[in-house]
Each structure stands twice: as structure tokens, then as C-alpha cells.
């Protein structure tokens, strides 16, 4: 190669890998990402299973103190705002234990278990994770940090309180 088409190459490969992350990751204030997950109990779901309702999506692993705290809050927060159209998944990470193993816990809660989860979401630096996901289906956010119940009404409460589905204009 000549010294113009290296120049092009390395043009071409910094422009490729500086901007910024890519479009589908789950990136706050931008559209949710889809995904495809199956619960413990064989059940498919996808983003549109949760269009119009506010979708807390949950990174937690059985060695986690903090998700071990997190979890039982998330599952009673989900029975208290569940009838305003909130929705709560938990994803054991692989580095939990094995689904056979998570079945005895599972019984215990009624948000979604998953199994297998295939989307642009991660583990962001730390366990637990939360993915917060609109009415609309705009990423709000998205931290490595365990909720308290004050910071889950002050995150959820004006989510849940926007309405369902935009109104139309005349």
C-alpha cells in the first residue's frame, strides 16, 4: 500500500471506532433497544410485550448483597404500582447460579424471572444494574447502583404517572 491509501485506512478505521456509542445500545434519553427474553418458566418476551407501560429492567447476581436487598424491594414495589403499568424483569447474570437453582427463588416472587436475556443492555461497571424504560419506550435510565425506595419513587412515580399513551391532536 502507498502512503495515501495508509493514510485513508487509518482515517477510515479512527472515524469508524471515536464516535459514539453505537445507536442500538441502550443509551438514556434515547429509543429502548428491543431485546428477546425467556423467563424461568419458558415464556417469551420482547420490548413490545411492554409498550405503554414503564419497564425496569434488572442486572442482579445471587452473590450480590446489594441485590439481595434490591430484589425483594423491586418485588414489593411491583405489587404496589403493578395496577399503574409498571413491569419489572430480573436477569441473573451468568455468574449467578445455573436456572435449575433459581426456580426455588423464583417461586417466592411474581415480576419476571429471565432466563435468557438477547438485547444491547449490560452489566454497566457494577451489580446491581437498572435499565428504566418510558412509557414511550425512551431509555430514562441506566446505572449500576441498588435502589431505596426513596430513589424509586423519585425515578418512578413521574413515569408512572405520565399517561399511558400520548393524546392525539385534532
Not at 502507498?2 to 477510515?12: C, I, M, P, S
Not at 419489572?88 to 426456580?103: D, G, M, R
Amino acid at each position: 500500500m502507498n502512503r495515501n491509501t495508509n493514510k485513508l485506512a487509518v482515517a477510515l478505521l479512527a472515524f469508524l471506532f471515536s464516535g459514539p456509542a453505537r445507536a442500538d445500545n441502550a443509551t438514556v434519553g434515547q429509543p429502548a433497544p428491543d431485546f428477546k427474553a425467556t423467563t424461568l418458566d419458558g415464556k417469551s418476551l420482547s420490548l413490545a410485550d411492554f409498550k405503554g407501560q414503564v419497564l425496569v429492567i434488572n442486572f442482579w447476581a445471587t452473590w450480590c448483597a446489594p441485590c439481595k436487598a434490591e430484589l425483594p424491594l423491586l418485588e414489593a414495589y411491583y405489587h404496589a404500582r403493578g395496577a399503574y403499568g409498571l413491569r419489572v424483569i430480573a436477569i441473573a447474570t451468568e455468574y449467578s447460579l445455573p436456572p435449575e437453582k433459581l426456580k426455588p427463588i423464583a417461586e417466592h416472587l411474581t415480576l419476571s424471572m429471565i432466563r435468557h436475556f438477547d438485547g444491547n443492555y449490560r452489566v454497566l461497571g457494577g451489580m446491581p444494574t437498572n435499565y428504566v424504560i418510558d412509557r414511550a419506550g425512551i431509555v430514562r435510565y441506566a446505572k449500576a447502583d441498588a435502589f431505596n425506595l426513596d430513589s424509586l419513587n423519585a425515578l418512578l412515580v413521574p413515569l408512572l404517572n405520565e399517561p399511558a399513551t400520548a393524546p392525539s391532536r385534532p
